[in-house]
């Protein structure tokens, strides 16, 4: 089963990329964001609690996030593998998903990062804030701002794979299909 983690901060066509992966591998799509809606949308026990935690403005602590990220991966046995988005975001989540995966006999076969400068990013959100109807897409100084926690927070997920051989830069500027094959490259040669 593939596992990638498809890296990188906001802006840099993470989702978009994930879509044609899904598409052409076969596999399944995991966005945090989306699984939070969906477990409290659902009213789960782990949503009810993640709830909780996000109307006070405090994150959800990591062992909810893994049993709903558990609880996702196990209930889909017979997608081809899983792309990650927006985790691991932190090395405890990445040893945790590094331990859930070797209950399996399954490891992260990849960590695919984007690159993309700055101010292309800025460029892409601000580009985006005119359709998302989110305040956050459309000051200049917000997104700025949640580029340099991306920074702060999840560059030690880039270097813990990459002491492990599994990380991998990808110039994240051009044509989404230019980056795509950037990308497919990579994943034909890791399976």
């Known amino acids: 089963m593939l596992h990638i983690i498809l890296f990188g901060p906001p802006g840099s066509g993470k989702g978009t990329q994930a879509e044609k992966l899904v598409a052409k591998y076969e596999l399944f ?9 969906s477990e409290i949308s659902n009213k789960t026990l782990l949503g009810i609690k993640a709830k909780e935690f996000m109307d ?10 893994l049993g709903m990220l558990k609880n996702k991966v196990e209930s889909l046995p017979h997608v081809q593998g899983f792309i990650y988005d927006g985790f691991p ?11 859930m995966l070797k ?4 490891h ?17 959100i601000l580009k985006r804030g005119q359709n998302s109807n989110r305040s956050d897409d459309e ?15 999840t560059s030690s997920v880039y270097n813990y794979y990459e002491l492990k051989g599994k990380s991998n830069s990808i110039q994240g500027i051009g ?17």
């Open 29 to 37: 799509h995991i966005s945090t964001g989306d699984l939070f809606r």
């Open 103 to 106: 209950e399996k006999n399954q």
């Open 139 to 153: 000051d200049e100084s917000i997104i700025r701002k949640r580029m340099d926690e991306y920074r702060l927070k």
């Open 175 to 191: 044509s989404i299909d230019e980056i795509n094959d950037r990308i497919n490259s990579l994943i034909d040669k890791i399976i």
């Open 56 to 65: 006070q403005g405090i994150l959800v602590p990591d062992e909810i996030t």
């Open 108 to 124: 992260i076969n990849a960590l695919i990062a984007l690159h993309v400068e700055d101010d292309e990013i800025v460029r892409r």
């Open 89 to 99: 975001r932190t090395i405890p989540q990445a040893e945790a998903l590094d331990e």
